[in-house]
């Protein structure tokens, strides 16, 4: 039988340290040394918290997303690792040294140029197109899910809300609200639990207005929205008064020092009519259109 590159045996997974929780359960650095020599690779091993949350079929369908995704923008599948008995098991992905965007860009903001984020943003447009090519809908674009392989790529990650469409409907439409962040979800989202690659556009717009942040905690989307939601929200949940001030066409402010082209394009992202945002590969085209400008 030939091989399975993809088989990772849970004796030579060693454990080296956390790296953080992620939608299904916790992920870990460990190093695959089937030698015993500690010459082996390193991987980043997202282990299913058992009977906590989605339970195995719904990780099951997390691997089986990822195992088919061959992108240069997208966090390479490396494989699985049962343990046991096959009862447990866990999806290892390759390891991205410069860990999450938000980290990244916050860490390096002093030095960090225009012309770089938008390099970063045209390389998740990427990412999201060829998403879209699969009739995947990712669900949870945001900053601290790019994860930076070096200080000129960025990959999507964490494939734990990933909808595939329907062959029928140009959407996805939830049962019950779900557990995506509210402040990057299109008004569609918020008001019908209907997901698209056009919510996905709306969420990239926030990762622009992210990055353009620094992702500054103290400007993150979360922050600034219950700001003008107010503090004392009675009855109404935060998510009615989200979709109100959004019907309002209240938007997230302009970053300080944010460049006014890039400011317009986030808005083109929350355009409140779904079918008048622009497609992620309309978006690619202006945000490389901006970097040639910007020499
Ligand atoms: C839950 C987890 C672990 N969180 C983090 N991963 C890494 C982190 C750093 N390097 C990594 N290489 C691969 C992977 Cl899958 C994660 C990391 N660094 C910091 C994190 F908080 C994660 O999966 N986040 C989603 C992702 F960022 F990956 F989209």
Redesign the pocket.
Known sequence: APYDHTLFEERHLCYISP????NFG??E?CRYDPLGDNTGELV?V?KLQPNKGPDLEDFQKEVKTLSVLHCDYI?KYRGVCYSMGRLSMSLV?????????N?YVWTNRHNITTRRMLLFASQICKGMEYLQTLRYVHRDLAA????VANDSLVK???FGLTKVLPFDKEYYRLSQPGQSPLFWLAPECLNENKFSNKSDVWSFGVVLHELFTYCDNSLNPKRICLQEIGQNVQGTSISMHLANMLANNWRLPAPPGCPPKVYSLMNDCWTYDFDKRPTFSDLSRKVENMIQDDR
């Open positions: 790296l953080g929780r992620g916790c992920v650095l980043a997202k966090v992905m390759e390891y991205l040294p410069y860990g999450s965007l980290g601290r899910n790019i994860l999507i990650a964490d």
